[in-house]
């Protein structure tokens, strides 16, 4: 059996595609799913791909990832990233490694981008490299 990696993917995310391509490419949610699966098939490891709007969800599935015995969790929590000292303890709440993960670079942004409080409890962070980001997460994470 694979090692599983739960990506988890915040507020917004589902819009990807049509949401300011100029910032977050042309491709959808399930595009960069795909990519991820190939990349995923080669490294003998399983995807566990989900996205949620609620804040809530992604905090019960980080539980989960630890629960279900889960290899690592890469994490795009959107804009809770800057917001969330649940995700937070959340992620310091779990032994599961955790990488925050982004599309765009945050510090290349506005200044409300620049407090990542997924970033402070995180095991690493890959950002700015578009869909490239999640490849190269869970190529960190079949290291770890
Ligand atoms: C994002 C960056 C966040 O600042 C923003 O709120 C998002 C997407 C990214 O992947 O670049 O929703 O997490």
Redesign the pocket.
């Known amino acids: 059996m694979p090692d599983t990696i739960f990506v988890l993917n915040?507020?917004?995310?589902n819009l990807l595609g049509t949401r300011e391509p100029e910032i977050?490419g042309a491709e959808t949610l399930d595009d960069n799913a795909g990519q991820l699966e190939d990349r995923a098939r080669e490294l003998d490891l399983a995807i566990d791909m989900r996205q949620s709007n609620h804040e809530g969800h992604l905090v019960d599935w980080l539980h989960e990832a630890q629960a279900s015995g889960a290899k690592a969790v890469l994490l795009?929590?959107?804009?809770f990233?800057?917001t969330s000292i649940a995700l937070h303890d959340a992620i310091k709440g779990i032994k599961t490694p955790v990488i925050e993960v982004?599309?765009?670079n945050?510090h290349k942004?506005e200044s409300f981008?620049h407090t990542s409080f997924v970033g402070q409890a995180a095991k690493g962070t890959v950002?700015g490299f578009g869909a490239l980001s999640y490849v190269l997460a869970l190529e960190a994470a079949s290291r770890i």
């Not at 915040?10 to 995310?13: D, H, R, S």
């Not at 795009?76 to 804009?79: D, E, F, L, T, V």
């Open positions: 915040g507020p917004n995310l977050y795009n929590a959107g804009a990233t800057h982004h599309l765009s945050p942004r981008r950002a």
